[in-house]
Structure formats: structure tokens, C-alpha cells
């Protein structure tokens, strides 16, 4: 079996470490060899568990005007219906740029095969068998949604010979990707019209994959439209003229520039403040003033709808 699975993966917590070290641990008791790429360090113990170490600490994410994505959340705030616009990072071209360096390594080795496969992809028995049974091109798929039989393409699972492996990597351009898909885009679809463009021919791995951890990138406009990523306790949006703040189920006090306010429904204030934070569970006063570190938050828009 003359094969080599390259771990795409950016392990930015504890978690997401422990499932990373897991799958490792997995493959390799199948009898695998392991290329690993990172953009973040890792520790040794991953790193010696692994014939071959990528590491690029360039995350390539684009970002407006460049190539961005729109996330747009409607709320209720007092008599008023507001729509919280922002504009956020794309992380699809840090992907590709993975694959681009993969490409350009594998070019010295000599295996037949080459299996790609994310970090957090949940690895079946019938994906081992797959992987050990199939020695021409294939692809995975995924569900749109985790209640629909609806599938889109996949860059979580495929496997690639080594002469489409580098005609894939070769032809991965970001210009091409930026001007041709523009906002919106993303890397399945990229990719997807690069294989067909290139006539690689592939068969579709049959079963939908799985991820552990669905990349907060996925995770919706709720997600990006909240600056608070530390508790439930509330959520936060801003721009250069207010503050919102809403997502409140119980009576929240905050303080601002020393005056304390308690607010039990979402609210609005003028961004013009020098302190701000808000009591924890325990009365605490917890600054949260690095929450508004967003050096794009002029971009961010608050209409009335």
C-alpha cells in the first residue's frame, strides 16, 4: 500500500489538539504514513508521531477589500428591528494555500497515492477500507445540513495519484481564485471547478463525511456578529457610532466609565466610552474592553429594517 495521508489542520485550541493527536493514533495503528502541515506549533509528542512535518506559520486568510464574507444577523432592539452587517475574514485561501505546499513537498517522494484529509474529519472503518481498497482518484461529499440528504462537494476526504496531485497543486492560483469567485466563494467550489477544468477524473466516496469540530468559520452569522467569545453571558456588536448589546436571558450589569446599568433585554449605547465591563456570577467586575479590538469595526453596519 503505497500510500501517504497529508493532514491538513490549524489547531488553535485544546481540543481541537486532543482530536487532531487522536486521529494520528488511529492511522498510524492502521499501518499509515503521515504527513502532517500546521500553521501552528505543535508539541513534540504530535510532531514524533509523524514521518513528515510541514510548518508555515503564514495563515493566508483574505480579508476586505480583498476577498471577504458578509454575515448579516436581525435582531429586535426596543421598537426596532436592526440588521448587524459585518464584514469578516475568509479562511478558504489559508486551505488551498495547504494543499499548494503539500503538492510542492510530495513532488521529491515516491508514493503512489496520496490521501487528503482534515484533522477533524471522523475517520469510519468504511474509510479505511476505502482508503486501503482504492487506488484511483476519489472525492468525498458532505451534508449541506445535518437534517437533509442534501450533499455539496467535499475537501475533507479525497485521495489523489501523484501526477493529479501535482497538476491539482500547480494550478492553484490565488488571483485566479480571488478575481474568478470573488465574494462568497470558497474552496470546495474552487477546487471542485479546478478538477474539472484540468479533466481529472475521480469517483465519489460513496457516504457523507463527518467533521468533530465544525470550524467556527461554518458556524453562521451569529458567530461572527458577536464580539463576545468568552461566555454566554451576553453578546456584543459595535461600530465606530454604537454598541449593542443583546443575546440577554437574565438581569446583566455592566459598568461603564464607572456608572454601573443593568439591562435584562437587548439594548443600544453611543461608542463613545473610555472603561467598560460587566459583574460575572460572582460580582466581579470583568473588563471587556479588549472586545473591541477589531481594527475593521468602521466596516460594521447597524440598520434599521
Given amino acids: 500500500m503505497n500510500k501517504l495521508i497529508c493532514i491538513t489542520s490549524h489547531c488553535n485550541t485544546e481540543d481541537k489538539i486532543k482530536t487532531l493527536e487522536a486521529n494520528i493514533g488511529y492511522l498510524k495503528n492502521e499501518g499509515f504514513t503521515i504527513l502532517l502541515f500546521s500553521h501552528?506549533?505543535?508539541?513534540?509528542?504530535?510532531?514524533?508521531?509523524?514521518?513528515?512535518?510541514?510548518?508555515?506559520?503564514?495563515?493566508?486568510?483574505?480579508?476586505?477589500?480583498?476577498l471577504y464574507q458578509i454575515n448579516k444577523h436581525t435582531i429586535q432592539v426596543d421598537n426596532n428591528k436592526v440588521?448587524?452587517?459585518?464584514?469578516?475574514?475568509?479562511?478558504?485561501?489559508?486551505?488551498?494555500?495547504?494543499?499548494?505546499?503539500?503538492?510542492?513537498y510530495c513532488e521529491n517522494l515516491g508514493y503512489d497515492h496520496y490521501v487528503i484529509i482534515n484533522y477533524d474529519v471522523k475517520i469510519t472503518d468504511d474509510m479505511l477500507y476505502h482508503i486501503k481498497t482504492q487506488h484511483n482518484n476519489?472525492?468525498?461529499?458532505?451534508?449541506?445540513?445535518?437534517?437533509?440528504?442534501?450533499?455539496?462537494?467535499?475537501?475533507?476526504?479525497?485521495?489523489?495519484?501523484?501526477?493529479?496531485?501535482?497538476?491539482?497543486?500547480?494550478?492553484?492560483?490565488?488571483?485566479?481564485?480571488?478575481?474568478?469567485?470573488?465574494?462568497?466563494?470558497?474552496?470546495?467550489?474552487?477546487?471542485?471547478?479546478?478538477?474539472?477544468?484540468l479533466n481529472l477524473s475521480y469517483n465519489v466516496y460513496p457516504h457523507p463525511i463527518i467533521e468533530y469540530h465544525t470550524s467556527e468559520n461554518h458556524l453562521g452569522h451569529i458567530y461572527h456578529t458577536n464580539y463576545n467569545k468568552e461566555n454566554d453571558y451576553f453578546r456584543l456588536?459595535?461600530?465606530?457610532?454604537?454598541?449593542?448589546?443583546?443575546?440577554?436571558?437574565?438581569?446583566?450589569k455592566f459598568n461603564i466609565d464607572g456608572v454601573d446599568y443593568t439591562y435584562s433585554k437587548n439594548t443600544s449605547r453611543v461608542n463613545d466610552f473610555n472603561q467598560i465591563g460587566y459583574y460575572d456570577y460572582d460580582d466581579n467586575l470583568v473588563d471587556m474592553k479588549y472586545m473591541f479590538n477589531d481594527n475593521k469595526h468602521y466596516l460594521n453596519k447597524i440598520d434599521i429594517v
Wanted: hydrophobic content about 35%; aromatic content about 14%.
Fill in 40 to 66: 501552528l506549533p505543535l508539541n513534540t509528542n504530535i510532531v514524533s508521531s509523524i514521518d513528515h512535518f510541514i510548518y508555515n506559520n503564514d495563515n493566508q486568510t483574505t480579508s476586505y477589500p480583498e
Fill in 138 to 197: 476519489f472525492k468525498g461529499e458532505q451534508l449541506i445540513t445535518l437534517n437533509s440528504d442534501l450533499r455539496s462537494p467535499s475537501n475533507l476526504f479525497f485521495q489523489l495519484c501523484k501526477s493529479s496531485l501535482s497538476t491539482l497543486t500547480k494550478n492553484i492560483n490565488r488571483e485566479q481564485y480571488v478575481d474568478e469567485f470573488g465574494v462568497g466563494s470558497n474552496s470546495e467550489a474552487y477546487l471542485e471547478s479546478l478538477i474539472n477544468n
Fill in 83 to 104: 440588521k448587524l452587517i459585518r464584514y469578516t475574514d475568509q479562511v478558504h485561501w489559508a486551505y488551498l494555500n495547504q494543499l499548494k505546499y503539500i503538492g510542492r
Fill in 237 to 252: 456588536f459595535y461600530n465606530k457610532l454604537y454598541i449593542i448589546l443583546y443575546g440577554i436571558d437574565r438581569p446583566i
